[in-house]
Each structure stands twice: as C-alpha cells, then as structure tokens.
C-alpha cells in the first residue's frame, strides 16, 4: 500500500519506519520538500521510503497519516490539500498539546470540540479515524512492551475504522485490544487523557506504559 505520513518528528518517524518494514511504500511529508530531517529519514529507511512536502505525501498515499503537532494539524492539512484527501482514510494521531505557558502543557481544545473534529469539518470529505494518540510512539508500533492493554479508535466511517484496525493489527494489536469508542466525538475523550498520561508518566518514570480496560 501506499501511506503519506504528514510530520518529521518522532511520531511520524516512527509509524513511517514501522510501515516501511511491513512492506508498504511511505513518502513523509513536511511544509516543503527537501526537509532536513525527511531526507534523513528516507535515506535510511527501507525499500520504497520517500519524501516530499504534505502535499505530495497527501496525493501519494491511499491512506493518510496525521502526525504533525495538534494546534498545527489544521494548517499542515490545508498544505495537503483537501483535494488530496478527498475519499482516502485519515489518521488522525495529534493530540492539541499548549506549551505556550511551560510544563506541563494544557490542551488548546477540549471539552466540547476536539482536534479530530476540527479536522472532520474542514476536510468533510476524508474519512478521519482517531487513533493512537494514547500512547507513546514506541508503543504505538510495538505494543508487545505493554500485553493486555487497549487502543482507542474512533470516527464516523465504520469502512475507515475497520481498515484502520487492520493496520493497527499489522502493528502488533490483538484485534480484542482494539477499542472501538464511536464516532469523531470520542476524540475529544483520548485527546483530553493526556493530561493524566503526563501525570503517570511523571509517576511511573517512563512513558512505556499503557491502559488495560478491566470488564
């Protein structure tokens, strides 16, 4: 498959590298093409890695990743181009992280709105599937380092959702640890954990941890 993956920091390194050992093709994209740390990355990366700006990354993929940070997600999206996303499955990984005021960060949206539906109502036409959010990039790809625990997705295509899961097995997720908590609106309740992530992280000591949902 071919998979954009919009975002050069570590998330986006991350699933690109991921998704390049499983056999897929994967252009990165930042603002422009020709990025430092894009090129560095597909440099190294396997067989069919590429980069080039979100636009290019946005038409190249079938399905599209969102990696870039929450509060810029919008933007880094209109640089895409809705015509590039039009149809395709989105995922959405951002959460809206504020560290305009130091540490810890506060969340830019919450409550009653969340980047997964900002996104949704400017790019009416993607099909956007929160997910992965809750967790640490590492973990994300490799979820043996926490067994027994869950992933969230949500959105409002159950098509979207269902292929999403599929990738997300591909990762390592037991098909039963991938939670589906319902439309777009859920984003809001994954977006508004990381506060609490922060807070066990600070904890724990590490941010190789994960949630398990007890029945």
């Excluded at 506060?106 to 099909?127: H, K, M, W, Y």
Aim: proline share 5%; aromatic share 6%.
């Amino acid at each position: 498959m071919r998979i954009g993956v919009l975002g050069t920091g570590m998330v986006g390194q991350t699933i690109a590298t991921r998704l390049g050992e499983l056999g897929h093709e994967v252009k990165m994209g930042s603002r422009s093409a020709g990025n430092e740390k894009a090129v560095d990355w597909a440099s190294g990366a396997s067989e069919g890695a590429s980069e080039g700006s979100f636009g290019d990354a946005a038409s190249f993929g079938e399905v599209v990743f969102n990696c870039t940070p929450g509060a810029a997600s919008v933007d880094a999206l209109r640089m895409a181009g809705p015509e590039n996303l039009s149809g395709k499955v989105l995922v959405d990984v951002s959460n809206p992280l504020d560290f305009s005021k130091g540490m810890p960060p506060t969340l830019s949206v919450c409550n009653d709105d969340s980047v997964g539906e900002q996104i949704q109502r400017e790019f009416p036409d993607a099909r956007v599937v929160k997910a992965l959010n809750t967790v640490n990039a590492s973990i994300m790809v490799d979820p043996s380092q926490v067994p027994g625990s869950v992933i969230f997705v949500c959105g409002n295509d159950d098509a979207a959702k269902a292929e999403v899961g599929e990738l997300l097995q591909s990762f390592g997720w037991p098909a039963d640890d991938v939670l589906d908590i319902g439309d777009i609106a859920g984003a809001r309740g994954t977006e508004m954990y990381l506060p609490l992530w922060l807070r066990m992280m600070g904890a724990l000591g590490t941010p190789s941890f994960n949630i398990a949902v007890v029945r």
